[in-house]
């Protein structure tokens, strides 16, 4: 009974501590692994069998001589024990009398930089190991500015391998003044910098004998009483709704996380970005009714009035309500094969929202070494820039540095549906306060009924030489004989005047295909049948233009031609020059052409003349 008593206990201890998430970074080598195998092994979470695998692997595969090699409790991929590095971030849970945590050991080397701020994206410290032989190393730099930038204000700097150093006083002061110095440069002022050795065990649990001139705590110790991060309980009350709980008529509830601050029974609420207000009825917790909601609580609130609040809003103190915008800068973090590219249409996530976003203007990118602001026209896999951000609706949020949950997002590639970047909101762009939409009465149906038709848009899309061109030109001749109003957009003709300033890279023929598409939507508003007649190799810029044009106003039709084809009449002599060199980034040679999936017509231009085609192009469009 007793035994049954002291269990009940010790798990009603465990579950009212607190937790403690942090990360461990680093240059190569710097023992970030070792450090996190030797705190699972000295604060006893290793079970036997975990023990004798160890033990095994390191005769096996160790490389401190038979002895234990604690690194490999974490450098679980094959890859890893092979090199001897981290590529993959490597989560653990360990815990003491005091506190709970929750590390994440993330990749030293500079490829792997999305691993490291997928791992720092949560945390509330980080760990940063300097090997004491080397000092500060680029990767050092690199990552204490990564840190800073995601908002992780208290830093432990583990100078680690003193044994190596005969454990001298004067190296360990020497590496702390060098990391100070830098960090004031990145706004890190948090900073607690331990001597250690992680493979002895110096500085580890307890002080160590060998450096008695180091009176600060441990390292274990320091994590222990590391203040939680308050900031957010005080600031103002915000809620991501995550789901709207309706079990039965009688019941109506959003449900969600509390990102910040506090709210009571009774206090009045916004929902953003609607505006819509009410009073909280009711708030509903783990264990049932409570007053209060606090942050970091998973609760669900209900109202007095029944309004309209949908998974993504966001529940706000009337109050002290956020800003709400649709244009932003912000710093992103590149983590796609693929570069971005400003203009090229992709889908944000902030909260439980997920909507439309394009980078309208790249300002520039950030050499993480040296701090230094580059120039730049994309962002390639594992840099860092500044841009700002146009969205397709607006959302409430705050700044990163203020509220992480409501100023950070990631960034989904539309196609793939991959995550391909991470990016901190800072501010909502002053122009995008400033430009409104004026109320108009003529509207586009009105045009389109002035003229007698219904307003379409023919997206003509295929390689150099297919037949594009003629093809949208007959289709054009056969509407206007027809009586109806329409217009052409070519290629070659747009880049005379409106696109003359854009060369032939991807990030040009991006912003080419934006600009024609933009220009689409308003022929379509003013009533028009508007032929467009583009390569348009990319499908996420075709599917930014039927976007823009709405449901069943837009027809992609495929003109397709094989590459053989479609060289062998080269009207241009553009793929000759393509071959020879002369010119680069040219669909179907050098740069690639993406059929479209599932085209409204596909026009086979190797079994179908280009009057015929033209001839079943409008007989489609007089049927729909």
């Known amino acids: 009974m007793n035994a049954r008593i002291e269990l009940d206990q010790y798990l009603e201890q465990q579950q009212h501590k607190d937790l403690l998430r942090f990360i461990t970074c680093g240059s190569v080598d710097d023992g970030k692994s070792t450090l996190i195998g030797r705190l699972l092994y000295e604060t006893k979470v290793l079970f036997e069998d975990q023990l004798g695998q160890l ?4 005769k096996k595969l ?56 997928t791992g720092a994206s949560t945390a509330d410290l980080a760990v940063i190991l300097i090997d004491a032989r080397q000092g500060l190393l680029p990767q050092t730099r690199r990552h204490s500015y990564l840190v800073s930038l995601l908002g992780i204000r208290q830093v432990l700097v583990a100078v680690n391998k003193m ?31 331990i001597p250690m050795s992680a493979l002895k065990g110096d500085n580890l649990l307890e002080g160590s004998a060998n450096m008695p001139w180091y009176q600060g705590p441990s390292l274990l110790r320091h994590l222990e009483n590391a203040p939680l991060e308050a900031v957010r309980s005080g600031a103002a009350f915000r809620l991501p709704v995550q789901w709207v709980n309706r079990p039965n008529l009688d019941f109506r509830g959003f449900a969600g996380n509390v990102a910040a601050g506090t709210i009571r029974v009774g206090e009045r609420i916004r929902v953003l970005p609607s505006g819509q207000q009410s009073r909280v009825a009711g708030i509903l917790g783990m264990a049932g009714a ?8 998973a609760v669900t609130l209900t109202l007095e009035d029944e309004i309209d609040i949908s998974r993504g809003d966001l529940i706000v103190r009337a109050d002290a309500p956020p800003a709400v915008a649709d244009q932003f800068e912000a710093t992103l973090v590149w983590m796609g094969e693929e570069p971005l590219l400003p203009g090229r249409p992709y889908l944000m996530k902030i909260g439980c929202r997920t909507l439309g976003m394009s980078c309208a203007t790249l300002k520039h990118k950030v050499n993480v070494n040296n701090l230094e602001q580059l120039a730049a026209r994309t962002l390639e896999l594992n840099e860092i820039g500044v841009c700002n951000l146009s969205l397709d609706q607006a959302i409430a949020f705050d700044p990163y540095g203020e509220n992480r949950d ?48 219904t307003a379409r848009i ?33 290629g070659d003709n747009v880049r005379h005047g409106l696109n003359r300033d854009l060369g032939f890279s991807e990030a040009d023929r991006v912003e080419n295909i934006r600009r024609v598409a933009e220009v689409a939507r308003l022929m379509l508003d003013a009533g028009l049948i508007t032929l467009v007649s583009f390569i348009s190799p990319f499908r996420a810029e075709r599917e930014l233009a039927r976007s823009l044009a709405g449901d069943g106003a837009f027809l992609e039709i495929f003109i397709d031609a094989s590459l053989e084809l479609a060289e062998s009449r080269d009207p241009k002599g553009l793929y000759q020059k393509a071959r020879r060199g002369e010119l680069k980034h040219f669909t179907g040679i050098d740069s690639p052409y993406e059929p479209p999936v599932a085209p409204d017509l596909h026009i086979d231009t190797a079994r179908e003349s280009a009057e015929a085609a033209a001839e079943r192009i409008v007989e489609h469009l007089l049927a729909l």
């Open 458 to 490: 023919l997206w003509f899309t295929g390689l150099s030489g297919a037949g594009k061109s003629t093809i949208a030109n007959l289709v054009e001749r056969k509407l206007h004989a027809l009586g109806r109003h329409t217009y052409l957009l070519d």
């Open 62 to 117: 160790g490389t401190q001589g038979g002895e234990l090699d604690f690194a490999l409790l974490v450098d679980g991929l094959a890859a890893e024990r092979e090199q001897g590095i981290t590529i993959d971030v490597a989560y653990r849970f360990f815990a003491t009398d005091k506190r709970k945590f929750i590390v994440a050991d993330t990749p030293g080397h500079e490829q792997y930089t999305r691993n490291m701020v």
């Open 163 to 193: 044994d190596l150093m005969d454990y001298s006083e004067e190296v360990f002061n020497r590496i702390e003044a060098d990391y100070r110095a830098f960090a004031a440069q990145v706004g890190l002022t948090d900073i607690q910098c």
């Open 406 to 453: 409501t100023g950070g997002f990631i960034i989904i590639d539309r196609l793939s549906n991959q995550t391909i970047g991470a990016g901190m909101l800072h501010f909502a762009l002053r122009r995008a306060q400033n430009v409104h939409w004026q109320a108009i009465d003529v509207n586009g149906a009105s045009r389109a009924t002035l003229k007698g038709q």
């Open 55 to 58: 033990e095994a692997d390191s």
């Open 290 to 297: 409570q007053e209060e909601a606090i942050c970091g609580q």
